[in-house]
């Protein structure tokens, strides 16, 4: 039997990988495991195809007697806040996140608001691919979709009730929102103005074919709104992934923080704003161990877990002790918000934490420890790569290890991370050190040990 899950949902070119012929079967599979009578919202982000897909999902989903409510144009996270707040039974997503624009896909999320577990996409699959669907008799047939333009009020309601508005409100912020032309145009400014914020937004306009900029939020597709920030003088800026469940900061200096960074002065602002709530962080192995080494004299403890956001969100369900959890590529989870990555949370956050200083965002975020940072590739088949991790074991034995994904090795200078890639044939390799010199050691000694594996030594 193939595949259809990929990490984070069905992927594919729109009409190429991912036809609406697929997202109809796709829609009857959801359906049948859901059943007739659950209420199902769906959603989608601005990308091409994004209608098209959504049609095909609804109309297989209604052949199921599944109850469908259409949320149409929202971030992610407003809709899986929705699902969890307004008694939904699940939902299905049509968004590609940070893909390329040619990209779209399918994801579907549970009661919880979290997307569902492997375990769960399997039983689709099964349906999927063998074809067993059960679609209800005509009298189940009675009702259509019904629009339900509430999504994006409702989250932009419950980030804004979580947050301190007359803190936030009194230091007259100005910001720089920057929502890749796609869905987050539709809250975080919302979010910004309830708090009393002067928003300026770039690429703020919908627009699909993506004219501003690509939709991952990474420095190099970042430089104009960086530009801005700076011209414009103002006290940050946000930029978030095409359905808005990331955010990468930009401080007043037009410098772009990653979102391990942020994470860490997020999670101490928290523990320290918030001593009632638990102490434990839960991140992947790919973020940083800055975390660890601010966080360790608040007491908090870092969680290191498998690549891969789903993991995060249900293992804090599972342990209900999380501070919060995040993803270094600005995926920050907020429990008392709920348990997946949250742009406009984020954002709010962030917001009352500068609001709470006297300092510039500059400043926090230069108290952090800085490490050079070297992120690679070797292309490799997967059991050549799991025969470097067991090198890098070897070769790094003396010192403490995590090998929950590959193999993450911690020091007092430096940290490396040599893992198989979950999707391609590529061993990947992270690693920061206190110098370059370190930095640039370290990557050869790892190099090294893949080059006697591909050499066959
Ligand atoms: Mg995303």
Not at 107 to 120: H, L, N, Q, T, Y
Not at 179 to 184: D, E, H, K, L, R
Not at 314 to 328: H, I, P, V, W, Y
Request: net charge neutral; with cysteine.
């Amino acid at each position: 039997m193939g595949r259809l899950f990929g990490t984070d949902g069905v992927r594919g070119i729109i009409n190429e990988e991912l036809t609406p012929q697929q997202a109809l079967l796709l829609g009857m599979a959801i359906g049948t495991f859901f059943g007739p009578g659950t209420k199902i919202l769906v959603g989608r982000d601005i990308r091409a195809g994004g209608y098209m897909l959504k049609s095909a999902v609804i109309a297989g989903l209604l052949s199921t007697g599944v109850k469908v409510y259409d949320g149409d144009l929202a971030p992610t996270p407003a809709l899986q806040y929705t699902i969890k707040t307004q008694d939904f039974d699940g939902g299905v997503i049509i968004t590609a996140s940070h893909n390329p624009p040619q990209y779209n896909g399918i994801k579907v999320v549970a009661s919880d608001g979290i997307e569902i577990p492997r375990d769960k996409e399997l039983v689709i699959e099964e349906i999927y691919f063998e074809q067993r669907f059960k679609p209800v008799s005509w009298k189940l047939l009675l009702e259509d979709a019904k629009p339900y333009p509430y999504v994006n009020d409702l989250y932009v309601k419950g980030v804004v009730e979580k947050v301190d508005k007359d803190l936030i409100k009194s230091r007259g912020f100005r910001i720089v929102i920057d929502p890749a032309n796609s869905v987050g145009a539709l809250t975080s400014p919302k979010i910004a103005r309830e708090l009393g914020v002067k928003v300026y937004t770039i690429n703020g306009h919908l627009d699909p074919a993506f004219p501003g900029r690509y939709p991952e939020p990474v420095p190099e597709h970042l430089v104009e709104t960086t530009r801005v920030v700076k011209a414009l003088n103002a006290d940050l800026g946000v930029a978030h992934d095409g359905d808005a469940d990331r955010a990468i900061i930009i401080d007043e200096k037009g410098r772009v923080q990653w979102g391990d960074r942020t994470a860490t002065i997020l999670a101490r602002y928290l523990a320290e704003k918030h001593p009632e709530l638990p102490r434990k962080v839960y991140t992947a192995v790919s973020s940083s161990t800055v975390i660890e080494e601010v966080l360790k004299p608040y007491g908090i403890e870092v969680v290191w877990l498998k690549v891969g956001s789903v993991d995060i969100s249900r293992t804090m369900q599972k342990n209900s002790d999380a501070l919060c959890g995040f993803e270094e590529n600005g995926g920050f989870m907020y429990p008392p918000h709920q348990l997946v990555r949250d742009g406009g949370m984020t954002l709010a956050l962030l917001l009352e934490l500068l609001a709470s200083e006297k300092r510039k965002l500059s400043e926090i975020y230069d108290e952090l420890p800085s490490y050079y940072m070297i992120k690679t590739k070797i292309p490799m088949k997967r059991d050549q790569a799991l025969k470097v991790v067991e090198r890098v074991k070897e070769y790094f034995k003396n010192y403490r290890q995590i090998t929950i994904d590959g193999v993450k090795v911690i020091a007092e200078d430096f940290w490396l991370l040599v893992r198989p890639s979950g999707t391609e044939p590529l061993l990947r390799i992270m690693l920061e050190a206190k110098t370059r010199e370190k930095a640039e050691e370290l990557l050869s000694t790892v190099k090294k040990l893949a080059e006697e594996v591909l050499s066959g030594k």
